[in-house]
């Protein structure tokens, strides 16, 4: 026959007179104040520590090696590039033919008589932006091939 | 003297009243509280680990804790129930990664315990429990506790040893009472098991 349930809450009930020595909890009281203070001042440090360490890889922040070659490759390619004359940044006004330019703002994307950015094509599809007026029959007034004004001869 | 008196006065003071105090940033107050809980949380997490540097290492930690998270106590449990859940949930994490590697330390029963009454009715000719010498009792008690997963000898400690109630311990684990009830059931029919060897052949 086994201990019945009773039996066993009695066995287990006598686990109550398992007691820490005497003024063990005196003692403890001393230990958990320093732990408390302990506590306090690692939370207080971890803080602390915390900025100093944001801080330092501010301070620390590095541009990777490989961007200074890539932006010197770039440098190079660009500066090669427009030394021997294949790529200008500029457009290049000589192209501009005054008499195509009423031909080409046909084709130039002007809709609903607001400004647009068009290509004009040359002989050597040289391409770059120009900006045009709403109303492509008003008259331009070209001085050396650059164009100075879109104003009416009156304004002169 | 003026100290003392203060501290006398604080015993009296009830858990709320500590509580709020604590929060002020007297830690008399807290001191209070550790004075009146500090024996239970013990007890807890003994009889939960069966060793005592674990125990008293736990407790600490148990407290400090506390203190540190008491801000943050709205009072929606009481304080003793608040308490005893931290207790609760730090030793069983500790169990667990503690894992088997162990090693019983136990503290000694108190001299009182030969008056008790459920003793000597346990001790007595005429109950089927053999006679054995405390340190017997005290080794083979922890053993079978042991024996028991940490979720089950929590409800076992609490219920049996400490005789909270169904409804109290449900509230420290967050489970509902019919699982507390459950686990008891199947704790000690394991325990009666494990406790065989003490009937008298």
């Given at each position: 026959m086994m201990l019945d349930e009773q039996q066993v809450q009695q066995l287990l009930r006598?686990?109550?007179?398992?007691q820490p020595p005497p003024g063990y909890f005196e003692q403890s009281l001393d230990e958990l104040h320093y732990r408390m203070r302990m506590s306090s001042g690692r939370n207080r440090s971890e803080r602390f520590s915390r900025l100093q360490e944001f801080l330092s890889t501010l301070n620390s922040f590095r541009v990777p090696q490989a961007a200074y070659a890539g932006a010197f490759a770039i440098f190079l390619v660009v500066a090669t590039l427009m030394g021997t004359g294949v790529?200008?940044?500029?457009?290049?006004?000589?192209?501009?033919n005054a008499t195509a330019s009423a031909d080409q703002n046909d084709n130039a994307?002007?809709?609903?008589?607001k400004i647009q950015l068009s290509a004009l094509r040359s002989g050597r599809q040289e391409i770059f932006p120009t900006i045009k007026p709403s109303d492509s029959v008003t008259p331009r007034y070209i001085l050396d091939g650059q164009p100075v004004s879109y104003n009416t001869a009156s304004s002169f | 003297m003026a100290a003392g008196r203060s501290m006398e006065d604080l015993h009296l003071l009830e858990d709320e009243a500590l509580v709020s105090r604590t929060q002020a940033g007297d830690t008399q107050a807290f001191d209070v509280l550790w004075h009146k809980y500090s024996p239970r949380i013990y007890s807890l997490v003994y009889n939960m680990t069966s060793n005592h540097e674990d125990a008293n290492d736990l407790l600490l930690e148990v407290f400090a804790k506390a203190f540190r998270a008491i801000s943050g106590f709205?009072?929606?449990?009481s304080f003793y129930t608040w308490i005893h859940a931290i207790a609760v949930n730090m030793t069983i994490n500790f169990v667990k990664k503690r894992g088997r590697r162990f090693q019983m330390s136990l503290d000694d029963f108190d001299s009182n315990i030969h008056n008790d009454k459920e003793f000597i009715e346990l001790t007595?000719?005429?109950?089927?429990i053999r006679e054995v010498d405390l340190s017997e009792l005290q080794q083979r008690l922890n053993e079978a506790m042991m024996k028991l997963s940490v979720e089950h000898r929590a409800v076992v400690t609490m219920?049996?040893?400490?005789?909270?109630?169904h409804a109290e311990i449900a509230k420290v684990l967050g489970v509902p009472e019919a699982t507390v009830r459950s686990r008891l059931f199947y704790a000690h029919r394991q325990l009666q098991n494990y406790l065989e060897e003490f009937r008298k052949q």
């Open positions: 006598l686990k109550r007179f398992e790529w200008s940044p500029r457009p290049n006004f000589a192209l501009y994307g002007i809709i609903g008589g | 709205k009072g929606k449990s007595a000719s005429n109950t089927p219920f049996d040893i400490q005789g909270m109630p």
